[in-house]
T-cell receptor
Framework: NAGVTQTPKFQVLKTGQSMTLQCAQDMNHNSMYWYRQDPGMGLRLIYYSASEGTTDKGEVPNGYNVSRLNKREFSLRLESAAPSQTSVYFCASSEGTAGGPLSPLHFGNGTRLTVT | AQSVTQLGSHVSVSEGALVLLRCNYS??????LFWYVQYPNQGLQLLLK??????LVKGINGFEAEFKKSETSFHLTKPSAHMSDAAEYFC????????????FGKGTRLSVIA
């Protein structure tokens, strides 16, 4: 099984450019998440979608938008990239809402984004 | 709101030595607690979790953690470190109600010295 697939793996943007990070899962999971990982900061939640058709803000949503396209796909868009958005972005999914005993998170391998 | 504090951003141990990674949580209600591991250039993988019942939880690769409510702690241990244990480890907490996403600690990088 592929699990959670993220594209692209690497991306370099100039300040002000836009791009969309793609994420797809093949586990029929209900919930999907976008995290960013920065040195010394751990993982911080950007947005999540507890079910198809719903999205909610996480801890650091400013500068991002998301779309839950269908049950499988959850995309993250940067409308006008800034150097502060240089980070590694992880998509994750879970069967239910993360935290329940039946719902461990499954992570993709990340997208490394550099904004110059 | 719940939160997690991991003591020590970097821990270094010799191969064969005890591994102890510390995690303390803050939660107004009983929590679910998790340890995740991240190997280089990969996403996180679930190592073990505490939900209810037995407070000593065993996970993969010989790791275990003990939930101590009185100390609000969930420290991760392994009796004998192996070179392959070198990775970053994250403690995470969620509420028993289960309707909130996980909150992660800042991570502890484990180095294993031959």
């Amino acid at each position: 099984n592929a699990g959670v697939t993220q594209t692209p793996k690497f991306q370099v943007l100039k300040t002000g450019q836009s791009m969309t990070l793609q994420c797809a899962q093949d586990m029929n999971h209900n919930s999907m998440y976008w995290y960013r990982q920065d040195p010394g900061m751990g993982l911080r939640l950007i947005y999540y979608s507890a079910s198809e058709g719903t999205t909610d803000k996480g801890e650091v949503p400013n500068g991002y938008n998301v779309s839950r396209l269908n049950k499988r796909e959850f995309s993250l868009r940067l409308e006008s990239a800034a150097p502060s958005q240089t980070s590694v972005y992880f998509c994750a999914s879970s069967e239910g809402t993360a935290g329940g005993p039946l719902s461990p998170l499954h992570f993709g391998n990340g997208t490394r984004l550099t904004v110059t | 709101a719940q939160s997690v504090t991991q003591l020590g951003s970097h821990v270094s141990v010799s191969e064969g030595a005890l591994v102890l990674l510390r995690c303390n949580y803050s939660s107004s209600v009983p929590p679910y607690l998790f340890w995740y591991v991240q190997y280089p250039n990969q996403g996180l993988q679930l190592l073990l979790k505490y939900t209810t019942g037995a407070t000593l939880v065993k996970g993969i690769n010989g790791f275990e953690a003990e939930f101590k409510k009185s100390e609000t702690s969930f420290h991760l241990t392994k009796p004998s470190a192996h070179m392959s244990d070198a990775a970053e480890y994250f403690c995470a907490v969620s509420l028993v109600s289960g309707n909130t996403p996980l909150v992660f600690g800042k991570g502890t990088r484990l180095s294993v010295i031959a």
